[in-house]
Every structure is written in structure tokens, then in C-alpha cells.
Nanobody
Framework: QVTFVESGGGLVQPGGSLRLSCAAS????????MAWYRQAPGKERELVAA????????NYVDAVKGRFIISRNNAKNTMSLQMNSLKSDDTAVYYC????????????WGRGTQVTVSS
């Protein structure tokens, strides 16, 4: 059974930072491209950042380029998203999944972790 557990969200002021974590299980993590997604209220879920299985390729949506950094630890089956210079537009529930451009396990989303950027 494929599972994703996201953590690390919270309430932060504009300009602040948060580090999200994703723990994955049920598939061979080291051979899977991985990605972070987010869904803001009233909007569709969007891909935010992705990383290849080896970590040598990363992709970011334009809105977060230069502010967010995706990383992974294949030995621990975990992935992180360091979010800096947060803006109110970053407010959303953040999820992780496998895949580089679209979710590989579209029926196995975790609960996500809420990020709220507000003063």
C-alpha cells in the first residue's frame, strides 16, 4: 500500500520560512521521481517542485523559483521542501507524491500539511 505522510506546515508571517517533510512507503522510493504539490482554497492542485530519482534534476513552478528548495534522502525514503520568503499566495495544503510532471499514485494522496502565510 502506497502512503505519503506530510508534515511541517504551520502559520508563518510573510517573509518567513518553513520546512516541509514527506515520508513515503509502499514503493521503491529510490527509483521514483518525487514531487510536491499544493492546493489553495478554491483552486486545483498544482505541482510546485519536483526532483528526479537521483536528485540531479529539479523543476519548480515559476511562482516559487528562487524561494523553494526540494531535496530528498533515498536512504530514509523522505523528501523535504524548504520554503523561504513566503508570501500569502503560498497559503495552501501541501502534498507529496511520486512522479516528475504528474502524480504517479493519484489514488494515494496523503492528508497534506497546511501552510498559512499571514500577518
Amino acid at each position: 500500500q502506497v502512503t505519503f505522510v506530510e508534515s511541517g506546515g504551520g502559520l508563518v508571517q510573510p517573509g518567513g520560512s518553513l520546512r516541509l517533510s514527506c515520508a513515503a512507503s509502499g514503493f521503491t522510493f529510490s527509483t521514483a521521481n518525487m514531487a510536491w504539490y499544493r492546493q489553495a482554497p478554491g483552486k486545483e492542485r498544482e505541482l510546485v517542485a519536483a526532483m528526479s530519482r537521483t536528485g540531479d534534476t529539479t523543476n519548480y513552478v515559476d511562482a516559487v523559483k528562487g524561494r523553494f528548495i526540494i531535496s530528498r534522502n533515498n536512504a530514509k525514503n523522505t523528501m523535504s521542501l524548504q520554503m523561504n520568503s513566503l508570501k500569502s499566495d503560498d497559503t495552501a495544503v501541501y502534498y507529496c507524491n511520486a512522479g516528475l510532471t504528474r502524480p504517479l499514485f493519484n489514488g494515494s494522496w496523503g492528508r497534506g500539511t497546511q501552510v498559512t502565510v499571514s500577518s
